[in-house]
């Protein structure tokens, strides 16, 4: 047997006075700065590959049911433009383009999902920014 004198800051039901294990104390940070928050950070980066994954990863973290369908939408937006984008280089001309065509609606429908927009201005957004990536020419 384990004695706790070996593991002092481990909590134990005798013990529940020890701190909280590290990865309690860190699904609480993350469950305060929501994934659509965090995705919304991550566009200050820019749209390239690496960062259109995270972006979408950060958005199926979301758990407030009040922006889950919003989660969904922009995940998958943000997944088609990294699938589109491709892993391989870009010019940094054409990066732009993609950011500039892109950044205004992706900003806003992320803005009415994290500040609690009625549904139907989130479903608006939505709605434009997925004809706005569904006009755009499939790059070959």
């Known amino acids: 047997m384990i004695s706790q004198e070996a593991f002092p800051n481990i909590p134990t039901p005798m013990n529940p006075s020890k701190p909280e294990p590290f990865h309690i104390i860190r ?9 659509l928050k965090q995705a919304r950070q991550l566009t200050g980066e820019g749209f390239h590959y690496d960062n259109l994954l995270r972006m979408a990863e950060h958005c199926r ?18 997944s088609e433009m990294a699938q589109e984008l491709g892993e ?6 054409e990066l732009r383009k993609l950011e500039a065509k892109y950044r205004t609606a992706l900003n806003l429908a992320l803005e009415s999902a994290i500040n609690g927009a009625p549904h139907e201005e989130q479903n608006r957004r939505l709605t434009e920014l997925i004809h706005l990536l569904w ?3 499939k790059t070959e």
Do not use: H, K, W
């Open 88 to 93: 391989g280089p870009i010019l940094l001309s």
């Open 135 to 137: 006009s755009s020419p």
């Open 61 to 78: 973290e979301e758990t407030q049911q009040d922006r889950i369908l919003s989660a969904y939408v922009l995940n998958r937006v943000f």
């Open 27 to 35: 699904r609480e940070r993350n469950m305060s700065n929501s994934g």
